[in-house]
C-alpha cells in the first residue's frame, strides 16, 4: 500500500510550507492507496486534531508540533501517529499494521512516531516530552 501523489504532496505542504497543523490519512482499499482524510489549518489546537480521529476505526496521522525550548527558542517537529483504537476491527488494525512502514518511507521529514490505541497514548504531554 503506498501513499497516493496528494498525500505525499500535502506532506511537503505541511512540512515546508506550513499550511495545515496536521494530516488525517486512511486507506482506500478500492483504489489500493493511501489518501487523505481530513487536513488542519495552522489554527486549529490539538484537541481538534485528535476530535477528528474516529473512536472506532484505524487512521495514520501526521500532527506538527510547535513547542518553545527551555532556551525559550521556537521550534517544531512532525510527528506521525498510528492510530489503532482498540475498538476497531482486526481486519482494519491488520490492514494499518502492515500498510505503516511503506508510508512512512514515503514521508521524509517526521521527526517522532507514536503508536496510540487510545488516546492517553497520544496526549498533549507525552508529544511534549517526546520533543524535549
Same mark, same amino acid.
Given at each position: 500500500?503506498?501513499?497516493?501523489?496528494?498525500?505525499?504532496?500535502?506532506?511537503?505542504? #505541511?512540512?515546508?510550507?506550513?499550511?495545515?497543523?496536521?494530516?488525517?490519512?486512511?486507506?482506500?482499499?478500492?483504489?489500493?492507496?493511501?489518501?487523505?482524510?481530513?487536513?488542519?489549518?495552522?489554527?486549529?489546537?490539538?484537541?481538534?486534531?485528535?476530535?477528528?480521529?474516529?473512536?472506532?476505526?484505524?487512521?495514520?496521522?501526521?500532527?506538527?508540533?510547535?513547542?518553545?525550548?527551555?532556551?525559550?527558542?521556537?521550534?517544531?517537529?512532525?510527528?506521525?501517529?498510528?492510530?489503532?483504537?482498540?475498538?476497531?476491527?482486526?481486519?482494519?488494525?491488520?490492514?494499518?499494521?502492515?500498510?505503516?512502514?511503506? #508510508?512512512?518511507?514515503?514521508?521524509?521529514?517526521?521527526?517522532?512516531?507514536?503508536?496510540?490505541?487510545?488516546?492517553?497514548?497520544?496526549?498533549?504531554?507525552? #508529544?511534549?516530552?517526546?520533543?524535549?
Amino acid at each position: 500500500m503506498c501513499a497516493a501523489g496528494h498525500a505525499k504532496d500535502t506532506f511537503l505542504e #505541511l512540512k515546508r510550507k506550513k499550511i495545515y497543523r496536521y494530516l488525517v490519512f486512511r486507506i482506500d482499499e478500492k483504489k489500493r492507496k493511501v489518501v487523505v482524510e481530513k487536513t488542519g489549518d495552522p489554527a486549529e489546537t490539538y484537541d481538534d486534531f485528535t476530535a477528528s480521529l474516529p473512536e472506532n476505526d484505524c487512521r495514520y496521522a501526521v500532527y506538527d508540533f510547535d513547542f518553545v525550548t527551555s532556551d525559550n527558542c521556537q521550534k517544531s517537529k512532525i510527528f506521525f501517529i498510528a492510530w489503532s483504537p482498540s475498538s476497531s476491527r482486526i481486519r482494519s488494525k491488520v490492514l494499518y499494521a502492515t500498510s505503516k512502514h511503506g #508510508l512512512r518511507e514515503e514521508l521524509d521529514g517526521i521527526h517522532y512516531e507514536i503508536q496510540a490505541t487510545d488516546p492517553t497514548e497520544m496526549d498533549l504531554e507525552v #508529544l511534549k516530552d517526546r520533543a524535549n
